[in-house]
């Protein structure tokens, strides 16, 4: 084991020319990031956990009960062991031909079945006030996390000089407040990789368990080879957006329809304006050439930078989302459902005919929000972010 970790992290790979693990270890004079440190995250990933939990429980839930969110789940199918076989071992979405089999069966007509099968995939959804307590958690944290970001960095001379995150690397002390911004938003995005299984399913589960793989791998390789000055602009900047988006979705879920139009619209001009304008004219242009013109060239720095922009891909995904939903807004009046990231798969689908390739454009699949007579963007429980 020794072997490989030493392998692994080989200075020539991971450090520039000329610096070595060494040059990074705690001295009486000043301390410096060590590996160990990130150890910590664990057990504060599952003391989030449990706070989240708690949170939810005891202020989410009295919160969405006083502003008179839904606290009931969608009608439930009633019992039937034939079609419950189908639905569980066959299909969720009977073809036709297999409809008119069972209304045989059953003698049921097939509207009837159709509705029972619309009613027993409902059933499965979260109800509004389980996404209000959520997104009210992630609100809450996003708030916390991003406000502590912004005092602390303006404090910081790399806030607006960004050549400053290379100036006397690697010999760059560790600062209490850094340590602590670093840890904490380290062990939520630990603590979001393990809950999303457990969390609202949405359309996009693939796009956002890559985005926490790639943020949980830069926020623990920029840590360890001490370049974490970048890092936190790159975290504050992500978390900006997150806090409109969640407080957007709690409107939502209130039926405070103007509120929440005009939240989602705002999310919309945040998100774009800071991750495809200052995301790169900041963080990538700073990693990709001023760290090179400072530093030099080495291995490490082309695996900072190649996740770096896989993140910029993501942005460019939910932008374009983002945008047809902005645009609906504009063309109709009303803002439309936000593809983002916040449609659960499980979708509200009110069908009226049967799913056949013959009909099947005569399906329409609406949110949750169109179920409540909201607009149906923001109806699943999180995005980024969630970043």
């Not at 100036?167 to 938003?185: A, T």
């Not at 368990?209 to 360890?224: G, K, M, R």
């Not at 798969?345 to 399906?363: N, Y």
């Amino acid at each position: 084991m020794a072997g490989i970790l030493a392998w692994f992290w080989n200075e020539r790979f991971w450090l520039p020319h000329n610096v070595t693990w060494a040059d990074l270890q705690s001295t009486e004079e000043a301390a410096f990031p060590q590996a160990e440190d990130l150890y910590l995250a664990f057990p504060l990933a599952f003391c989030i956990f449990m706070i989240r939990l708690l949170f939810e429980r005891f202020i989410a839930k009295p919160c969405a009960l006083g502003l008179k969110v839904q606290a009931n789940g969608p009608q439930k199918a009633q019992p039937n062991a034939i079609l419950e076989k189908v639905f569980t071992a066959i299909t969720k979405h009977p073809d036709e031909k297999r409809l008119e089999g069972l209304s045989k069966q059953l003698d049921w007509d097939v509207r009837s079945i159709q509705r029972w099968f619309r009613q027993r995939r409902n059933q499965e959804k979260p109800s509004t006030l389980t996404k209000f307590c959520e997104s009210m958690w992630r609100f809450t944290f996003y708030l916390y996390i991003f406000t502590y970001g912004v005092r602390f960095l303006k404090k910081t001379p790399w806030l607006w000089n960004t050549r400053q995150c290379w100036n006397g690397y690697p010999y760059q002390p560790l600062m209490p407040d850094l340590h602590y911004y670093y840890i904490v938003e380290l062990s939520f995005y630990w603590s979001l990789m393990f809950s999303q299984f457990i969390d609202i399913k949405r359309k996009d589960f693939g796009i956002m368990f890559t985005h926490h793989i790639v943020t949980v791998t830069l926020i623990t390789f920029s840590y360890v080879t001490n370049l974490t000055r970048v890092g936190t602009l790159t975290l504050c900047l992500h978390d900006a957006a997150d806090v409109v988006l969640e407080a957007a979705k709690m409107a939502n879920y209130c039926k405070c329809q103007k509120l929440s139009d005009l939240l989602f619209l705002t999310f919309a001009i945040v998100f774009i304006v800071s991750r495809l304008g200052i995301y790169p004219l900041w963080i990538l242009n700073t990693t990709l050439f001023e760290l090179y013109e400072a530093l030099g060239n080495f291995p490490a720095l082309w695996v900072f930078n190649v996740l770096l922009v896989i993140l910029q891909v993501l942005h460019c995904f939910w932008s374009y989302l983002i945008i047809k939903a902005a645009y609906k807004a504009i063309s109709k009046g009303k803002v439309a459902k936000d593809d983002r990231s916040d449609i659960e798969s499980s979708s509200d689908e009110e069908e009226t005919v049967p799913r056949s390739k013959t009909l099947h454009s005569t399906i329409t699949t609406n949110g949750t929000g169109g179920a409540n007579g909201t607009n149906g963007y923001l109806t699943g429980g999180t995005c980024s972010e969630e970043h």
